[in-house]
């Protein structure tokens, strides 16, 4: 499985911004996906997963009630929807995919392909 994130940009504090995550192979239905995120400086961290078919979905606790993961399996693409955007949320964001839907999905070792990253600017 080949990821292709997207989406990221300059945005004001307060503002929105859709992530996009196009993946390659006719399997993607069968990940489970995450979004992680690296800021300046700090080491990558847990954002957002999401099981195979949708129906589940985790966020990190300073995500909760912003952002919303998504995934349409018909387009093999899954989305981070990010709403009141805060300077804290610049970052570069990766996508990851997990064959296994492993219980521990807030680690990154638990994930077997990753997207090469999209920058994501919160101006205050």
């Known amino acids: 499985v080949q990821l292709q994130a997207s989406g990221g940009g300059l945005v004001q504090t307060g503002g929105s911004l859709r992530l996009s995550c196009a993946a390659s192979?006719?399997?993607?239905?069968?990940?489970?996906m995450g979004w992680f995120r690296q800021p300046p400086g700090k080491e990558r961290e847990f954002v957002a997963a999401?099981?195979?078919?949708?129906?589940?979905?985790y966020y990190a606790d300073s995500v909760k009630g912003r952002f919303t993961i998504s995934r349409d399996n018909a387009k093999n693409t899954v989305y981070l929807q990010m709403n009141s955007l805060k300077p804290e949320d610049t970052a570069v964001y990766y996508c990851a995919a997990d064959y296994s839907c492993s219980y521990y999905y807030t680690r990154e070792i638990e994930y077997d392909y990753w997207g090469q990253g999209t920058q994501v600017t919160v101006s205050s």
């Open positions: 999401i099981n195979w078919s949708g129906g589940i979905t």
């Open positions: 192979g006719r399997t993607f239905s069968r990940y489970c």
